[in-house]
Structure formats: structure tokens, C-alpha cells
């Protein structure tokens, strides 16, 4: 499940978005200012941050400056949110770091689906290298798969969905959060439409054994993990 770090100092709308991310299936922490982010993100970084513009002491932007700055941060999504609304405000947020822009008021439904757009693009940006787990390798440039070093034949769907999941390892999604960034929003499937072709891919993973990996979590969805 993804985990968004919320910085706002003001707490009506750090409880409306953490009300709004709850209902999305989100994780989150709050905190109110600049300070206590920073500490946060190097305790556990983030998926994401939902950063205010305007923080008491060090402000959002300067923050976002000095996220960017430092290895281990720069590559953490940035949303701004903040009550400025010109053109030049918006110019100057992108500028120094944030990936997207939310002015107040804003709502709940605005801000998941801005989370939702952010989170695909930096997944995208991010798993183009070839990835591995034990004997299980996946290349997403060459579009292969190999267990133990024999190619894999994968159906497209099940390529993006095992490709989705070791990109994801030890996280659990439901069928509707994998439909979303299996399938995308635009396409409309029924969510048992999963299940199946979580069966074709345990199926085409069970000769070797790593059919293991593909775990149905009770009441929740489904994760990759090596671990039992």
C-alpha cells in the first residue's frame, strides 16, 4: 500500500485529507511542519509528500529545494498545496521540484486523483530496470521473463501484472487498486477479471515453484513477497 506523507500546519486540513486518503485506501502520516518532515522522510521515506506551501519556519518550497537536492529524496513525488492561485506561483512550485499543484480549497476527489496520476507517473519513470527476486527475473525493456534462468512466456496482461507486482514487493493491493494500475483508469473490467489472470500467472509460474511469490491476502488482495 502506498504511503503518503502529509505537511500541513494547519489541522482541519491535515484531518481532510487524511479522511480522504483513508477512504482511498492510503497510508499516511502527518506531520505540521518542515522540521518534523524532514525527520519523517529519513526515518521511512515516502511514496509520496503532500507539502503546504506555507509552513512556519523553513516554508514548502524551501523544503521541496532541499528534497530535491539530496540523493536518497530527489526521486520522492512532490504535490504543492497551497491557497496561490496566479500562474507565476504555479510556475515557481513546478520549478523547484513539486510534480503537481493543487490550489484551496480543493476536494477530496481532486486531490486522490491527482495522488493517483503522480504515483503511476513516477512508478513508470522509475522500473525500467531489470528486476530480480531469487530465480525470478523480469526485464521491462526487453519485455522478458526468466525463472532459473529459462525464458518465461507471459501473456501481455500478466507481464504488466507480475512486472506491477515485483516493482511493488511485500505490498497489498486490492482488485480495484490493481485494476488501476494494471489496467488503468480509462478501461473498464470487472474486478473478478483479476482473479483470473492471477490464476494464469500463478499457473504459468507453478512449474518452478514460483507460484509461491503470488499471495492472496484474506479480505484484502493480493501481494509479491518471497517471504512466507
Same mark, same amino acid.
Given at each position: 500500500?502506498?504511503?503518503? &506523507?502529509?505537511?500541513?500546519?494547519?489541522?482541519?486540513?491535515?484531518?481532510?485529507?487524511?479522511?480522504? &486518503?483513508?477512504?482511498? %485506501?492510503?497510508? +499516511?502520516?502527518?506531520?505540521?511542519?518542515? %522540521? $518534523?518532515?524532514?525527520?519523517?522522510?529519513?526515518? *521511512?521515506?515516502?511514496? &509520496?509528500?503532500?507539502?503546504?506551501?506555507?509552513?512556519?519556519?523553513?516554508?514548502?518550497?524551501?523544503?521541496?529545494?532541499?528534497?530535491?537536492? /539530496?540523493?536518497?529524496?530527489?526521486?520522492?513525488?512532490?504535490?504543492?498545496?497551497?491557497?496561490?492561485?496566479?500562474?507565476?506561483?504555479?510556475?515557481?512550485?513546478? !520549478?523547484?521540484?513539486?510534480?503537481?499543484?493543487?490550489?484551496?480549497?480543493?476536494?477530496?476527489?481532486?486531490?486522490?486523483?491527482?495522488?493517483?496520476?503522480?504515483?503511476?507517473?513516477? $512508478?513508470?519513470?522509475?522500473? !525500467?530496470?531489470?528486476?530480480?527476486?531469487?530465480?525470478?527475473? &523480469?526485464?521491462?525493456?526487453?519485455?522478458?521473463? %526468466?525463472?532459473?534462468?529459462?525464458?518465461?512466456?507471459?501473456?501481455?496482461?500478466?507481464?504488466?501484472?507480475?512486472?506491477? +507486482?515485483?516493482? *511493488?514487493?511485500?505490498?497489498?493491493?486490492?482488485?480495484?487498486?490493481?485494476?488501476?494500475?494494471?489496467?488503468?483508469?480509462?478501461?473498464?473490467? /470487472?474486478?473478478?477479471?483479476?482473479?483470473?489472470?492471477?490464476?494464469?500467472?500463478?499457473?504459468?509460474?507453478?512449474?518452478?515453484?514460483?507460484?509461491?511469490?503470488?499471495?492472496?491476502?484474506?479480505?484484502?488482495?493480493?501481494?509479491?513477497?518471497?517471504?512466507?
Amino acid at each position: 500500500m502506498k504511503r503518503i &506523507l502529509i505537511v500541513e500546519d494547519e489541522q482541519a486540513i491535515r484531518e481532510m485529507v487524511g479522511f480522504a &486518503l483513508k477512504r482511498a %485506501e492510503l497510508q +499516511f502520516e502527518e506531520v505540521a511542519g518542515a %522540521e $518534523q518532515a524532514l525527520v519523517a522522510v529519513a526515518s *521511512n521515506p515516502p511514496d &509520496l509528500i503532500l507539502l503546504d506551501w506555507m509552513l512556519p519556519g523553513m516554508s514548502g518550497v524551501d523544503l521541496a529545494r532541499r528534497l530535491r537536492k /539530496e540523493e536518497v529524496t530527489a526521486k520522492i513525488p512532490i504535490i504543492m498545496l497551497t491557497a496561490r492561485a496566479e500562474e507565476n506561483d504555479r510556475v515557481y512550485g513546478l !520549478e523547484v521540484g513539486a510534480d503537481d499543484y493543487i490550489t484551496k480549497p480543493f476536494s477530496p476527489r481532486e486531490l486522490i486523483a491527482r495522488i493517483n496520476a503522480v504515483l503511476r507517473r513516477s $512508478q513508470a519513470d522509475s522500473v !525500467e530496470q531489470l528486476i530480480a527476486y531469487d530465480g525470478l527475473s &523480469l526485464d521491462p525493456v526487453g519485455h522478458r521473463v %526468466e525463472v532459473d534462468n529459462t525464458p518465461l512466456n507471459l501473456a501481455p496482461t500478466e507481464f504488466r501484472l507480475l512486472h506491477f +507486482f515485483m516493482s *511493488n514487493p511485500d505490498r497489498v493491493y486490492s482488485r480495484e487498486q490493481l485494476l488501476d494500475y494494471v489496467w488503468g483508469r480509462g478501461v473498464f473490467v /470487472e474486478e473478478r477479471t483479476v482473479d483470473v489472470h492471477i490464476r494464469r500467472l500463478r499457473k504459468a509460474l507453478n512449474n518452478r515453484g514460483y507460484d509461491r511469490f503470488i499471495q492472496t491476502v484474506r479480505g484484502a488482495g493480493y501481494r509479491f513477497s518471497t517471504r512466507g
